[in-house]
């Protein structure tokens, strides 16, 4: 029931997004952006700073933590050299898709999955990949990423490295969640948290769908959005390479606990295309490998549930 729900209103989001573009373009696109910057310093901190005070970070799994850092960063790599090097793409489209590969949707989607495909009883599990491998990823790698590489973070490296720090209040977030005591952090307010995340769902995919809308050419519905080259390379880098990298790594050293495959596999997280907003790395790029990458994982997991 939950992997229903969430692509219920995964897809309800995405289409009011689309409909507001094409009914009031101008008044839509202002909303998805007003939106992604809200999210970016209200909601997402908030999230941030109650889940890492309140986790108990047992390193037990250490190991299948440390290679699950190395294959999201292998495949990140991966997607930057083919996207520079092969594809020829210019810096922000490279940037683009790079973001969507750190960025992984381990909480609107690796959550119920978790729940649906395991059991509850694994949902500890997912939460500490997510600590210690999702939330570097995304507050490290995808930030940086998108200070190196977007339009709007300055043309010399300083301007570069002050806009990594002066845009990413997440990263303050988690720098004073693994700082404070538990007691900062009860029950209470993880679990309100925790509900925030499903709250500002259909605020990042009406983003999305307003961005899949306004990029898409003149008269043309952008549903399903057109599979370009740069979004099979994020769409292989996430989907594939990502969770692959971490079978292989893992299987001659330890037996990986399922939740750690399946929050690997997860889609390109709405998180990124906050980041491209915040640094002007290619929109279009991000909205289209967020849809396509999710409904791809929705697809898997419903017939995983049927089969």
Sequence with gaps: MGVLITAAVI???????????????????????????????????????????????????????????????????????????????SRPQVGAVVVTTLAINSA?????????????????????????VCAPSLLLGAFAVGAAFGEQAGETPRRRVVAFFARNPPLYAAVAGLLAPEALAP?????????????????GFFAVGATLAENADHGDFPMP???????????????????????????????????????AAMPAGVNSLIVA??????????????AWSTALVIAAALVSLVF
């Design 187 to 203: 029950d209470v307010l993880v679990d309100f948290s925790q509900a925030l995340i499903v709250a500002i769902l259909p605020l």
């Design 277 to 290: 907003h915040a640094y002007g790395l290619d929109m279009e790029i991000v909205a289209e490998t967020i």
């Design 11 to 89: 897809f309800l989001s995405v289409g009011v997004g689309i409909w507001a573009e094409r009914r009031r373009p101008e008044a839509a696109g202002l909303a998805a952006r007003r939106s992604l910057t809200f999210v970016l310093y209200v909601p997402v901190p908030l999230v941030v700073f109650f889940n890492l005070a309140h986790a108990d970070l047992d390193l037990e799994h250490g190991a299948g933590i440390l290679l699950g850092l190395l294959s999201v960063a292998a495949s990140a790599l991966f997607a930057g050299l083919v996207c520079s090097r092969v594809l020829h793409l």
């Design 108 to 132: 609107y989607m690796g959550y119920p999955l978790t729940i649906a495909l395991l059991g509850r009883d694994e949902l500890s599990t997912a939460v500490l990949f997510y600590v210690l």
């Design 225 to 263: 959005p057109k599979l370009s080259r740069p979004v099979v390379v994020a769409l292989a880098s996430r989907l594939l390479i990502a969770p692959g990298l971490l079978v292989l790594l893992a299987a001659p050293l330890i037996d990986l606990p399922a939740p750690y495959l399946l929050v």
